[in-house]
């Protein structure tokens, strides 16, 4: 957490969107000298994550506030486990309420899934990855909960890998001039970084094993059969990774072609946030 450097800017524009000119149902009736005690509890079976961020929307609000972390990042919590406890100024703790469970809800749902997908892949070699298909802004938080979740994080940005996908190879003019063009301007930039190119069929394929000067070949909506020849014609010579239409109920099968990394999107834009609750101590 504490390598997320903009955590906090983050987190206070999430207060200003929430308690815009005034907690006003807080202001009207809590005293502002009442002092109160709360905690946080699990509704669910899960993986936590987010407590930190948790923790510092508490202190954001009021650095007065006391709060007690019981359970941590990336442990199972199970149904009535007790997360935290807050104590302090009772209007405080309720204008940091909703944000702070909607960060640590969202994220544990995350860890949550991960976590389930990765047993699938138990006592295979393949590693599951995420995607840049994240909320705007939460990125760096999403993919720390996949990391939670037993996950592997893949690129973060468009900063830090080169991925040639099926627009960048067509806007390019083709697949031999998209890899020179990309080598070249690396090496122009002094840049060192891995290369990734997305291939539609085993025709693509070949014409990127023909040419080389990639790392990794992304196979891209191929079917386990034609997904298993391509595993087999690459031969560890690049690494490899499975996307598109992979679903809970293919995922094994998929890895059992011996493809080196499956990637989903679903990871962080398609899931059920974990149930927690606030309540009074």
């Not at 009021?62 to 100024?89: P, Q, R, Y």
């Not at 990765?118 to 999403?142: F, I, S, W, Y």
């Not at 806007?171 to 690396?186: P, V």
């Not at 094994?252 to 009074?280: C, N, P, Q, W």
């Amino acid at each position: 957490m504490n390598k997320i450097e903009n955590l906090d800017e983050l987190i206070v524009s999430a207060l200003r969107e929430d308690v815009g000119d005034g907690d006003h149902s807080t202001l009207a009736c809590i005293p502002p000298d009442a002092v109160n005690a709360a905690k946080m509890v699990a509704k669910a079976d899960g993986v936590l994550c987010g407590i930190e961020v948790g923790r510092r929307v508490f202190e954001l609000v009021d650095n007065s506030l006391i709060v007690n972390i019981l359970k941590h990042d990336c442990e199972h919590v199970a149904k009535g486990d007790v997360l935290m406890t807050v104590e302090g100024h009772a209007g405080s703790i309720l204008t940091a309420e909703r944000t702070a469970l909607n960060f640590m809800q969202r994220m544990s749902g995350i860890a949550t899934e991960t976590n389930r997908m990765v047993a699938m892949l138990n006592g295979l070699d393949t590693k599951l990855l995420d995607t840049r298909k994240t909320t705007p802004n939460m990125r760096l938080l999403e993919k720390y909960a996949v990391a939670c979740g037993g996950g592997t994080n893949h690129r973060i940005g468009l900063y830090d890998m080169v991925m040639l996908k099926d627009n960048h190879i067509d806007f390019a003019g083709g697949i031999e001039q998209a890899i020179d063009r990309t080598r070249k301007y690396l090496a122009a930039k002094g840049k060192n970084l891995k290369i990734e190119i997305e291939v539609r069929d085993l025709d693509e394929l070949q014409r990127v094993l023909d040419h080389g000067g990639v790392d990794r070949i992304m196979l891209d909506n191929f079917d386990t059969d034609t997904l298993r020849e391509a595993v087999r014609r690459i031969d560890h010579r690049y690494e490899t990774e499975a996307s598109g239409g992979i679903t809970e109920a293919t995922l094994r099968k998929y890895a059992e072609t011996g493809v080196d990394f499956i990637s989903v999107g679903a990871l962080t834009h398609h899931i059920k946030s974990m149930d927690i609750s606030l309540v009074k101590k």
